[in-house]
């Protein structure tokens, strides 16, 4: 018979985790408190690594929003869109032609589209995460299933 942890994560942390592009940080979640930290990736403290390595089913390094992830997440985008210049604009962004500077710059001048896209990437993330913690084990309590409370 498995034994049942119940730790609380905290969704925000989390999410700041997984949106984490910098390299030079690795972000764990510590299965048994709920915790997320980080430390450097050129950490050379020996004792640490072996540590996280010695206790895998305690720690578990939390993927990094890279390259690739965006990528996917702007394609999904460009899909939705009905402004031809801003597709135009998008697509070129994507194909690494950029002339226009990052993604928030052009989204500022497309305020509606600008709101689409938040919506489309945080709905992705977190259905990312969601997976992420199901993969391990870690399951979520959706707010929209639990039960209303009675007066």
């Not at 690739?68 to 032609?97: G, H, P, W």
Request: glycine share 4%; with cysteine.
């Amino acid at each position: 018979m498995g034994f049942v942890h119940n730790v609380e994560i905290s969704w925000d942390e989390l999410l700041n985790a997984f949106t984490n592009g910098l390299g030079d940080h690795v972000y764990f979640l510590d299965k048994m408190t709920g915790e997320i930290f980080f430390v450097s990736a050129k950490l050379e403290d020996d004792d640490f690594w072996r540590q996280i390595e010695t206790n895998q089913e305690r720690f578990l390094e939390i993927p990094h929003f890279d390259l690739r992830v965006e990528r996917q997440i702007v394609s999904d985008f460009i899909c939705t869109i009905k402004d031809s210049d801003l597709k135009n604009l998008l697509t070129d962004f994507q194909s690494t032609i950029k002339p226009y500077g990052n993604l928030d710059d052009i989204l500022e001048f497309f305020p509606e589209d600008q709101d689409k896209f938040l919506e489309l990437k945080n709905d992705f993330l977190s259905k990312r995460m969601k997976h992420w913690l199901e993969e391990h084990n870690l399951f979520t309590v959706d707010a929209a299933s639990l039960p209303i409370p009675s007066p």
